[in-house]
């Protein structure tokens, strides 16, 4: 397995959305245990295919963040097939480092996609988890959690991100 590296907000990969996977092969299979390995040595808890430069819709995510022990999975194809009841709660990305934010998100989700052996799977998830789920679909839309802020306010954010981009290349 290897570390895979992790695209920051200003590529425009991050603005793609992702492509249905029609084929799970070999590649594909090796491709998720690198995004796992590389989600948890990040102190992430999701990890999204176009965070690191691929366009495949899927992504990896720890069901047991809820239980506080780990369940990486991954899903592929997904699609978030109910929602209820919205909640604010403080949000961040591994391709926005450091920066965090108070997002809107539902409490609860269900969503469905395809495991490694093609067959369906199904989560119902609440509270982190179901957040999550929702900051995860956003990137294979080629979406960014500040995308619903205000402007003046997700302005700021960028500021901030470009500073601390800074200041780690200096
Ligand atoms: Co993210």
Redesign the pocket.
């Known amino acids: 397995m290897s570390l895979l590296n992790i695209v920051n907000c200003l590529d425009p990969i991050l603005r793609k959305k992702c492509q249905r996977v029609d084929n799970i092969d070999d590649s594909l299979i090796t491709l998720t245990e690198d995004m796992i390995e590389t989600m948890y040595d990040s102190s992430g808890l ?1 990890l ?1 295919a176009n ?1 690191i430069g691929r366009t495949s819709d899927l992504f990896v995510i720890d069901v047991g963040i809820e239980q506080e022990k780990r369940d990486p999975v991954v899903i592929i194809n997904p699609v978030i097939t109910a929602s209820e009841d919205e909640v604010m709660g403080e949000e961040g ?3 926005i480092p450091d920066i965090f934010a108070e997002i809107k998100r539902a409490q609860h989700v269900e969503v469905k996609g395809y495991d490694l052996r093609g067959n369906e799977v199904r989560y119902e998830a609440e509270g982190f988890l179901a957040r999550a789920f929702q ?2 679909m956003d ?1 294979l839309k080629g979406g960014l ?1 500040w995308d619903n802020l205000s402007k003046a306010k997700r302005d700021m954010l960028k500021r901030k991100f470009k500073k601390k981009l800074k200041e780690l290349q200096t």
């Open positions: 999701g999204a965070q990305c591994l391709s900051h995860e990137h959690f």
